[in-house]
């Protein structure tokens, strides 16, 4: 009896991966694709938001400060600028990695309608993809606050935490908008996302002037924006004039968002990919 128990064939039980082990499965994949692809957006990544720091900050700037900085907390114009155009990257980044690239892996590429055939559930290709965005999204800001270390604009060492918020600022946005592109059949709502969401909060969130200065009626709605509290988190941390007060609160408006968005991506992942 012992004999037959030592010499009968053993059943190998595989193991099941984990929720967060299917996500970087799927994570894998875009880097895959991205590494043959990056030549493509580098330039624009990197070297667009140093050249619209220059004209602002430098060329802007220059007249602004010839009429006094008083409104501006008395730093220079530059200084004022850069940790808003760090946060407004972060944004559009994230905006434009989870616009066009989630609409294509379901109407162009296929990437998500393959990943049927494999043990990935929606909910992973979601956080996988999100990963991504993430990485993206921390990539182009870590040069950009390089760039703003280079220009003598971060006065403060809070400065160092610079990275973490603009990548929460760059989630905020890309969560959302993720779990609302993949449910499209075209293209077209980007344009109107863009050019009547992105567009206004870059001009009327703070980021080039302050909000006090926008008419009464208009400044609690400023306030309200994902990209004012982005604005202000970067802009506190880089002039050093942050409180654990704003850091709590701009932090939990953020994070919250970005819950918000992986929740509702959840359920809209498995809407559309789910036969």
Not at 69 to 87: E, R
Not at 91 to 120: C, D, E, H, I
Not at 143 to 164: D, E, N, Q
Request: some cysteine; hydrophobic content about 55%.
């Amino acid at each position: 009896m012992l004999v037959e128990e030592l010499t009968a064939p053993r059943t190998i039980v595989a193991k099941v991966p984990q929720s967060f082990d299917l996500a970087v499965r799927a994570l894998r994949c875009w880097l895959t694709v991205y590494r043959r692809t990056w030549r493509a957006s580098v330039w624009s990544s990197v070297l667009g938001p140093v050249f619209f720091l220059s004209a602002m900050g430098y060329g802007l700037g220059s007249l602004v400060d010839k009429h006094g900085t008083a409104a501006l907390g008395g730093v220079p114009y530059v200084a004022f600028v850069a940790p808003a155009i760090l946060a407004t990257q972060a944004m559009q980044s994230g905006m434009a990695n989870a616009s066009f690239p989630v609409f294509g892996a379901v109407q162009w590429s296929k990437n998500y309608v393959a990943a049927r055939a494999t043990p990935l559930r929606p909910v992973d290709l979601s956080r996988g993809h999100l990963l991504f965005f993430a990485l993206r999204i921390a990539m182009n800001s870590a040069v950009y606050v390089v760039v703003m270390a280079a220009f003598g604009t971060i006065r403060s060492g809070w400065g160092a935490a610079l990275l973490p918020a603009a990548l929460l600022t760059g989630i905020a946005f890309a969560a959302p908008v993720a779990a609302w592109a993949v449910t499209l059949e075209k293209e077209t709502p980007f344009n109107y996302m863009f050019r009547f969401g992105g567009v206004p909060m870059m001009l009327f969130s703070g980021t080039f002037f302050p909000v006090t200065q926008l008419p009464g009626w208009l400044q609690p709605v400023a306030y309200a924006t994902p990209l004012w509290h982005g604005v202000a988190l970067c802009r506190e941390l880089s002039l050093g004039t942050v409180t654990a007060a704003s850091v709590a609160m701009h932090v939990a408006y953020l994070a919250a968002l970005a819950v918000a968005g992986l929740s509702v991506a959840a359920r809209t992942y498995r809407s559309r990919l789910y036969v």
